[in-house]
């Protein structure tokens, strides 16, 4: 069966760090693009960062420049490096693989002082 399994989520002061993980399983993990995506209270859900095969990214406007994706396929696993985390990011954060349309359950990220 197919997994997608996020951690590292957590509470973290504004202007703060986390790096959130995702751990994948039952699909040949190398050859999808994959994708962390964000979902806040009352908002729709929106990509926040995408990595390719290739391993070109791309990112959302809002957090380019503090957000980074990254994958390491031989430990199947994609990472997003999230800095100077701001007051309008917290949500819950997942992970997924777009075109077969695999998704984790989500980790939430909280940043207050």
């Known amino acids: 069966q197919v997994q997608l399994v996020e951690s590292g989520g957590g509470l973290v002061q504004p202007g703060g760090s986390l790096r959130l993980s995702c751990a994948a399983s039952?699909?040949?993990?190398?050859?999808?693009?994959m994708s962390w995506n964000r979902q806040a209270p009352g908002k729709e859900r929106e990509v926040v960062a995408r990595?390719?095969?290739?391993?070109?990214?791309d990112y959302a406007d809002s957090v380019k420049g503090r957000f980074t994706i990254s994958r390491d396929n031989a430990k199947r696993t994609v990472y997003l490096q999230m800095n100077s985390l701001k007051p309008e990011d917290p949500a819950v954060y997942y992970c997924?693989?777009?075109?077969?349309?695999?998704w984790g359950q989500g980790t939430q990220v909280t940043v207050s002082s």
């Open positions: 039952g699909f040949t993990f190398s050859r999808y693009t």
């Open positions: 997924s693989a777009p075109a077969p349309g695999y």
């Open positions: 990595i390719f095969p290739g391993g070109t990214t």
